[in-house]
């Protein structure tokens, strides 16, 4: 037989060689590799019957058969290659490189063969030898933890039945090398072994090793510089944000080697000096060095220039700002040191998309395809004349605004919370806060909220928006525990955030519940030893329909017993019952700006007490009443995700006051005081209880609360919160006292305890639970924090994010003896998980650093736990 074309071929490469010839061969260049291809069948001893190669001869094509070891039917094998029987064809000629060039695409064959079998007048036969490319059958993995196996599957595609190639094996080998020296690996190797698996199976198949050897991450000794005269290395070390050389005080951050930050910190040192005026300054050279201790240095020549100072700077095209309004946001002058960097944030700042800059300037006010250049026209003198050139483009409207990406949520909700209209001229500020609004919903993964601009028509002066939303779970089962008050509290419950109570009695409507029209539903159940609380409660966000006007509406129930000192158990013969309702509304305001809501809530709450005596109730067998109007200002413009907000603040201030009731019920109660001090120097328990009957028959007080909290992204991920609180609680009358309701707890992790009677639990880690208070509460409270927040993962199925905090704060009888400087210290450390059906979990590990009196403690309190769920600080 006559062999045709022999490939033998291990890469793909090679394949693309080969198929190269095919293609481009002339007659005689092919004789040539057919000659040689001759030489070694001959050497091999194979017969041949003699054919004329000097011209390619017309040949009828006969039967094509196929041999080798392939798993494939030969008719499959024969269709594919496209010489069919009765074919005619040329020997040799460009069909036979077709063929070849078919199957060897295919990616399926290790070799291939063509051989003439024999001829008959002027027809041919022919044979195809081949074999497949072996499977991969099972993969082992050595030198990487189990977790890590199933990424690099992902990563590298070695699944099971896979195809294995040389090059497969050759950019596996090449992607782990260059995947784990990005990660700081610098001496990482990679080795994969090949074991043919040999059984009865026909086809070709192959076990892999792969052995990973990360080795250690390599730090850095020391960063030198070559070429700096002006900036010193210690400035320039400081500008390069992710790479650091070591340094055992230093927390935040390390001083393994990355190459990615590495390469990003070689620009972060060009914009140093462009920042103090050296524009001209580059990166000459970077080496590293590999020290005997297996650290590395780091050796980077620079090139400084000449210092630059800003020229004239004019503005060229502007129309619809003046030059003097364009130089006050620019806010550079004449004279000052070149700054490109600033240059290029007063113009377009990308890292803050609502930046002040002369780019959102025109955004903000409809001109979308504006586009602003500085450009250099002068550099005499090492001063630099500068040009701003603008093309401000017609003024855009948009045209068509859609949402995708809702499922359950009904479309209303979201458009009421969009501020961009058809028809309405374009504002990038107001694109901007609609993806905030959306995001503060909470129906949606705020990360993944989207806003695309389809169909931009500069003609025109039309634009079309599409906000892409990804929704979350909105309803949340409750689960909240932790100690106080002596004993667990627990609180089951069940959170309904996008609830639809008008499709509750759809049948239809329940998967499981009736959703998408925003509306909150929660009740919950709350329990210890020594109490119980249910509650119900209601929200709708936009009353009506038409204006952002929240409904609110809630009844609560709670029983509680007193605490038995002998037993340390609950007495069930001795209850205090809470019954309370509230009714709520919530503006939103337009003045000073619509960050701002007002709201406004009216209360009542019946207090019965049964056999009921302590030293703050002197009438164990009564009751009182509490009626309630609460008006609150707050403001809250933080963004995006309200799990982890990267920027903004929220304050609220809230006054809760009672009728004046001492004004018009005519008692005398100067009389009533002077009574009171006579029944307890008597020692008369009877009349006491009598007189305090009548001073809290309905309950009369005021008492005003504020909280700030702000954030700042102090680098990429990491966030600063500081925050602030006050409290207090006053009386109308002096005669009548302050009331024993109402009154503040501090301490501990903040939830409630067996005191429920209007009382607030405010939280203060590293101490107790209420341990910063008295027995009856304070009347005045402060508390001061900061939190640095850095998270873990922000996805939708589960944010987490660690954090630090230094806490302070002290509860206080009356202002006599209120200082805000006199307090209570604490810090420590702690971890935040929301999973949306379960809410929000936390740990936190917190050092109390002075001593409790009232616990007889003479050094520092110590180390606290606080374990928290579904509650945030």
Same mark, same amino acid.
């Given at each position: 037989?006559k062999?045709?074309?022999?490939i033998?071929?291990?890469?793909?490469?090679?394949?693309?060689?080969?198929?190269?010839?095919?293609?481009?061969?002339?007659?005689?260049?092919f004789?040539k590799?057919c000659?040689?291809?001759l030489l070694?069948?001959s050497?091999?001893s194979i017969?041949?019957?003699?054919l004329?190669?000097?011209?390619?001869?017309?040949?009828?094509?006969?039967?094509v058969s196929?041999s080798?070891?392939?798993?494939?039917?030969?008719?499959?094998?024969v269709?594919?290659s496209?010489?069919?029987?009765?074919?005619?064809?040329s020997?040799?000629?460009?069909?036979?490189?077709?063929?070849?060039?078919?199957l060897?695409n295919?990616k399926?064959?290790?070799?291939?063969?063509?051989?003439?079998?024999?001829?008959?007048?002027?027809?041919?036969?022919?044979?195809?030898?081949?074999?497949?490319?072996?499977?991969?059958?099972?993969?082992?993995?050595?030198?990487?933890?189990?977790g890590?196996?199933?990424?690099?599957?992902?990563?590298?595609?070695?699944?099971?039945?896979v195809?294995?190639?040389?090059?497969l094996?050759t950019t596996?080998?090449?992607?782990?090398?260059k995947?784990?020296?990005?990660?700081?690996?610098?001496?990482s190797k990679?080795?994969i072994?090949?074991?043919e698996?040999?059984?009865?199976?026909?086809?070709a198949?192959?076990?892999?090793v792969?052995?990973?050897?990360?080795g250690?991450?390599v730090?850095?000794k020391?960063?030198?510089?070559?070429?700096?005269?002006?900036?010193?290395?210690?400035?320039?070390?400081?500008s390069m944000?992710g790479?650091?050389k070591i340094n055992?005080?230093?927390?935040l951050?390390?001083?393994?080697?990355?190459?990615s930050?590495?390469?990003?910190?070689?620009g972060?040192?060009?914009?140093k000096?462009?920042?103090?005026?050296y524009?001209?300054?580059?990166?000459?050279?970077?080496?590293?060095?590999?020290?005997?201790?297996?650290?590395?240095?780091l050796k980077?020549?620079?090139?400084e220039?000449?210092?630059?100072?800003f020229?004239?700077?004019?503005?060229i095209? *502007?129309?619809?700002y003046t030059?003097?309004q364009l130089?006050?946001?620019?806010?550079?002058?004449?004279g000052?040191t070149?700054?490109?960097v600033?240059?290029?944030?007063?113009?377009?700042?990308n890292?803050k998309?609502?930046?002040?800059?002369?780019? *959102?300037?025109y955004?903000?006010?409809?001109?979308?395809?504006?586009?602003?250049?500085?450009?250099?026209?002068?550099?005499?003198?090492?001063?630099?004349?500068?040009e701003?050139?603008?093309?401000?483009?017609?003024?855009?409207?948009?045209?068509?605004?859609?949402?995708?990406?809702?499922?359950?949520? *009904?479309?209303?909700?979201i458009?009421?919370?969009?501020?961009?209209?058809?028809?309405?001229l374009?504002?990038?500020?107001?694109?901007?806060?609609?993806?905030?609004?959306?995001?503060q919903?909470g129906f949606f993964?705020?990360?993944?909220?989207?806003?695309?601009?389809n169909?931009?028509?500069?003609n025109?002066g039309?634009?079309?928006?599409?906000?892409?939303v990804?929704?979350?779970?909105s309803?949340q089962i409750?689960?909240?525990?932790?100690?106080?008050?002596?004993?667990?509290?627990?609180?089951?419950?069940?959170?309904?955030?996008n609830?639809?109570?008008k499709?509750?009695?759809?049948?239809?409507?329940?998967?499981?519940?009736?959703?998408?029209?925003?509306?909150?539903?929660? +009740?919950?159940?709350?329990?210890?030893?020594?109490?119980?609380?249910?509650?119900?409660?209601?929200?709708?966000?936009?009353l009506?329909?038409k204006?952002?006007?929240?409904?609110?509406?809630?009844?609560?129930?709670?029983?509680q017993?007193?605490?038995?000192?002998?037993?340390?158990?609950a007495?069930?013969?001795?209850s205090?019952?809470?019954?309370?309702?509230?009714?709520?509304l919530?503006?939103?305001?337009?003045?000073?700006?619509?960050?701002?809501v007002?709201?406004q809530?009216?209360?009542?709450?019946?207090?019965?007490?049964?056999?009921?005596?302590?030293?703050?109730?002197?009438?164990?067998?009564?009751?009182?009443?509490?009626?309630?109007?609460?008006v609150?200002?707050?403001?809250?413009?933080t963004n995006?995700?309200?799990?982890?907000?990267?920027?903004?603040?929220?304050?609220?201030?809230t006054?809760?006051l009672?009728?004046?009731y001492? +004004?018009?019920?005519?008692?005398?109660?100067?009389q009533?005081?002077?009574?009171?001090e006579?029944?307890v120097?008597?020692?008369?328990?009877?009349e006491?209880?009598?007189?305090?009957?009548?001073?809290?028959?309905?309950?009369?007080?005021?008492?005003?609360?504020?909280?700030?909290?702000?954030?700042?992204?102090i680098?990429?991920?990491?966030?600063?919160r500081?925050?602030?609180?006050?409290?207090?609680?006053?009386a109308?009358n002096?005669?009548?006292?302050?009331?024993?309701?109402?009154?503040?707890?501090?301490g501990?992790?903040?939830?409630?305890?067996?005191?429920?009677?209007?009382?607030?639990?405010?939280?203060?880690?590293?101490?107790?639970?209420?341990?910063?208070?008295?027995?009856d509460?304070?009347?005045?409270?402060?508390k001061?924090s900061?939190?640095?927040?850095y998270?873990?993962?922000?996805?939708?199925?589960?944010?987490?994010?660690a954090l630090?905090?230094?806490?302070g704060?002290?509860?206080?009888?009356?202002?006599r003896?209120y200082?805000?400087?006199e307090?209570?210290?604490s810090?420590?450390?702690g971890?935040?998980?929301?999973?949306p059906?379960?809410? +929000?979990?936390g740990?936190?590990?917190?050092?109390?650093?002075?001593?409790l009196?009232?616990?007889?403690e003479?050094?520092?309190?110590?180390w606290?736990?606080h374990?928290?769920?579904?509650q945030?600080?």
């Amino acid at each position: 037989m006559k062999l045709l074309l022999n490939i033998k071929k291990e890469n793909d490469d090679l394949g693309k060689q080969v198929n190269n010839l095919a293609n481009i061969l002339s007659l005689t260049t092919f004789l040539k590799h057919c000659s040689a291809v001759l030489l070694l069948v001959s050497s091999m001893s194979i017969q041949a019957q003699e054919l004329p190669y000097s011209n390619g001869k017309k040949y009828i094509l006969g039967e094509v058969s196929v041999s080798g070891n392939t798993s494939f039917s030969e008719q499959t094998i024969v269709t594919y290659s496209g010489l069919s029987k009765g074919k005619e064809m040329s020997i040799p000629g460009e069909d036979i490189g077709d063929a070849i060039k078919k199957l060897w695409n295919s990616k399926l064959f290790s070799d291939i063969e063509i051989y003439i079998t024999k001829i008959e007048g002027n027809v041919a036969y022919l044979e195809i030898r081949l074999s497949d490319l072996p499977q991969l059958y099972e993969l082992k993995i050595n030198g990487v933890k189990k977790g890590k196996h199933e990424g690099i599957i992902k990563d590298t595609k070695l699944n099971k039945g896979v195809k294995v190639t040389e090059n497969l094996l050759t950019t596996t080998k090449n992607f782990l090398n260059k995947k784990y020296k990005k990660e700081g690996f610098l001496n990482s190797k990679v080795h994969i072994n090949t074991i043919e698996v040999k059984d009865s199976t026909p086809t070709a198949r192959v076990n892999m090793v792969l052995n990973i050897d990360k080795g250690e991450k390599v730090k850095i000794k020391d960063i030198v510089f070559n070429g700096n005269e002006v900036l010193s290395d210690k400035y320039l070390r400081k500008s390069m944000k992710g790479t650091k050389k070591i340094n055992r005080l230093r927390i935040l951050k390390r001083s393994k080697f990355i190459d990615s930050s590495y390469q990003a910190d070689l620009g972060h040192i060009v914009e140093k000096y462009k920042e103090n005026g050296y524009r001209d300054a580059r990166i000459l050279s970077d080496s590293i060095i590999y020290n005997d201790d297996k650290t590395i240095s780091l050796k980077i020549g620079v090139s400084e220039g000449t210092q630059y100072s800003f020229g004239d700077i004019s503005f060229i095209g *502007n129309t619809v700002y003046t030059n003097e309004q364009l130089t006050r946001m620019l806010r550079i002058r004449k004279g000052d040191t070149y700054n490109g960097v600033l240059l290029q944030k007063r113009i377009a700042d990308n890292t803050k998309p609502d930046a002040d800059d002369i780019t *959102n300037l025109y955004q903000n006010s409809g001109y979308l395809f504006s586009s602003i250049n500085p450009v250099e026209v002068n550099a005499t003198n090492n001063v630099i004349d500068m040009e701003i050139r603008i093309s401000e483009g017609k003024p855009a409207y948009f045209n068509n605004v859609s949402i995708v990406g809702n499922d359950k949520t *009904n479309d209303h909700v979201i458009y009421r919370e969009i501020r961009t209209r058809p028809g309405q001229l374009y504002s990038k500020a107001n694109v901007v806060r609609t993806v905030r609004e959306l995001g503060q919903l909470g129906f949606f993964d705020a990360q993944e909220i989207s806003p695309n601009f389809n169909n931009p028509n500069p003609n025109e002066g039309t634009i079309d928006m599409e906000y892409s939303v990804k929704e979350t779970g909105s309803s949340q089962i409750e689960l909240q525990g932790g100690y106080g008050g002596g004993g667990f509290i627990g609180t089951l419950g069940l959170s309904f955030n996008n609830f639809s109570i008008k499709d509750i009695f759809k049948k239809d409507a329940y998967k499981p519940i009736p959703m998408g029209d925003g509306q909150k539903l929660a +009740l919950r159940l709350q329990a210890s030893r020594f109490y119980q609380t249910y509650s119900f409660s209601f929200s709708e966000p936009w009353l009506g329909g038409k204006r952002p006007v929240q409904f609110s509406t809630s009844i609560s129930h709670t029983k509680q017993f007193l605490y038995d000192y002998t037993t340390g158990n609950a007495d069930k013969s001795k209850s205090f019952n809470i019954t309370g309702i509230t009714f709520g509304l919530a503006k939103r305001l337009q003045v000073p700006d619509d960050f701002f809501v007002l709201s406004q809530a009216i209360s009542y709450q019946r207090y019965d007490l049964n056999n009921y005596n302590t030293g703050l109730f002197t009438f164990g067998d009564g009751y009182a009443n509490n009626l309630s109007y609460t008006v609150g200002l707050s403001r809250d413009n933080t963004n995006i995700d309200p799990i982890y907000p990267t920027g903004g603040s929220k304050f609220g201030v809230t006054a809760k006051l009672s009728i004046p009731y001492s +004004l018009f019920d005519g008692v005398d109660y100067s009389q009533l005081k002077e009574d009171r001090e006579q029944a307890v120097t008597d020692q008369d328990a009877t009349e006491l209880a009598k007189i305090d009957q009548e001073r809290y028959k309905w309950l009369e007080f005021y008492k005003v609360n504020f909280k700030g909290e702000w954030y700042t992204q102090i680098t990429k991920d990491l966030v600063l919160r500081p925050s602030t609180e006050f409290g207090f609680l006053g009386a109308y009358n002096n005669d009548r006292g302050v009331i024993p309701f109402e009154r503040f707890y501090l301490g501990g992790d903040g939830l409630g305890t067996y005191s429920l009677d209007g009382r607030e639990a405010i939280a203060l880690r590293g101490y107790p639970n209420q341990s910063l208070s008295d027995n009856d509460g304070g009347t005045i409270y402060n508390k001061f924090s900061l939190e640095l927040r850095y998270p873990i993962t922000l996805k939708a199925s589960a944010k987490i994010y660690a954090l630090g905090f230094l806490e302070g704060g002290a509860s206080y009888n009356n202002f006599r003896d209120y200082n805000p400087f006199e307090i209570k210290r604490s810090a420590g450390l702690g971890i935040r998980i929301f999973m949306p059906a379960f809410g +929000l979990l936390g740990i936190d590990f917190g050092h109390g650093f002075d001593p409790l009196e009232s616990l007889g403690e003479t050094k520092a309190h110590g180390w606290e736990t606080h374990f928290i769920i579904g509650q945030q600080f």
